[in-house]
């Protein structure tokens, strides 16, 4: 067995998060398949041994388990040493970046993506409302890539790890991205870094199993 197990889904951004950090590091890790949409991560079993939350990824160390995505790449830094922090002034700039990932970004994303090509709910008030919030974040990421070349100035970091997380999968959200051209040179930037996986190359479950 690996010495990471990370149990996560292909279609999971906050998941990719993790993987994408333990395959750049060279990380010795597998990833385990969770069957989020036939209700794995609502089982008593998931919760009591995994997470109590209810949600992926979760990154199993021997007796250690870590879940939320932000956690879990903190941890990655301290493991490896890489895409981190050289002073308090970055750890915190990487907080903030990350904290806006999950309140803008990836939570306005992640859940657009979901109803629009997952769940297939059409168009209503709610991905209306989301799809302007999404678009709101990824403007204030097109600017800041105006002057950096990544989250906090020249290197990437976990917070880069973390804003891209449901970008690569950009054509699922409905979102047209061609007003944000400084995300995208960005996410090349990341692309380029050796060891780089799409999310569905790095983590099983795509297609979907019930998929035709």
């Given at each position: 067995m690996?010495?990471?197990?990370?149990?996560?889904?292909?279609?999971?951004?906050?998941?990719?998060?993790?993987?994408?950090?333990?395959?750049?590091?060279?990380?010795?890790?597998?990833p385990?398949?969770?069957?989020?949409?036939?209700?794995?991560?609502?089982?008593?079993?998931?919760?009591?041994?995994?997470?109590?939350?209810?949600?992926?990824?979760?990154?199993?160390?021997?007796?250690n388990?870590?879940?939320?995505?932000?956690?879990?790449?903190?941890?990655?830094?301290?493991?490896?040493?890489?895409?981190?922090?050289?002073?308090?002034?970055?750890?915190?700039?990487?907080?903030?970046?990350?904290?806006?990932?999950n309140?803008?970004?990836?939570?306005?994303?992640?859940?657009?993506?979901?109803?629009?090509?997952?769940?297939?709910?059409?168009?209503?008030?709610?991905?209306?409302f989301?799809?302007?919030r999404?678009?709101?974040?990824?403007?204030?990421?097109?600017?800041?890539?105006?002057?950096?070349?990544?989250?906090i100035?020249?290197?990437?970091?976990?917070a880069?790890?973390?804003?891209?997380?449901?970008?690569y999968v950009?054509d699922?959200?409905?979102?047209?991205?061609?007003?944000?051209?400084?995300?995208?040179?960005?996410?090349?930037?990341?692309?380029?870094?050796?060891?780089?996986?799409?999310?569905?190359?790095?983590?099983?479950?795509?297609?979907?199993?019930?998929?035709?």
């Amino acid at each position: 067995m690996a010495e990471y197990v990370l149990h996560c889904m292909a279609q999971s951004g906050h998941s990719y998060k993790a993987a994408l950090m333990l395959e750049l590091c060279g990380a010795d890790w597998e990833p385990k398949w969770v069957d989020f949409f036939n209700g794995e991560t609502r089982t008593e079993e998931f919760r009591s041994t995994l997470n109590e939350m209810g949600e992926v990824p979760v990154l199993v160390q021997g007796t250690n388990i870590l879940t939320q995505s932000g956690v879990i790449l903190d941890y990655l830094v301290e493991q490896f040493g890489k895409f981190g922090w050289e002073n308090d002034d970055e750890r915190r700039e990487i907080l903030r970046w990350t904290i806006f990932d999950n309140q803008k970004v990836s939570g306005m994303i992640g859940p657009l993506r979901f109803m629009r090509s997952l769940a297939k709910t059409g168009e209503n008030d709610v991905t209306k409302f989301i799809d302007g919030r999404a678009k709101g974040a990824l403007a204030i990421l097109n600017k800041h890539f105006q002057k950096n070349e990544f989250a906090i100035g020249t290197r990437p970091t976990t917070a880069d790890l973390s804003l891209c997380s449901y970008l690569y999968v950009r054509d699922e959200t409905g979102i047209d991205f061609e007003p944000y051209p400084q995300v995208i040179a960005w996410l090349d930037r990341i692309k380029a870094l050796p060891g780089w996986k799409h999310p569905y190359d790095l983590m099983p479950g795509h297609p979907m199993p019930d998929a035709k």
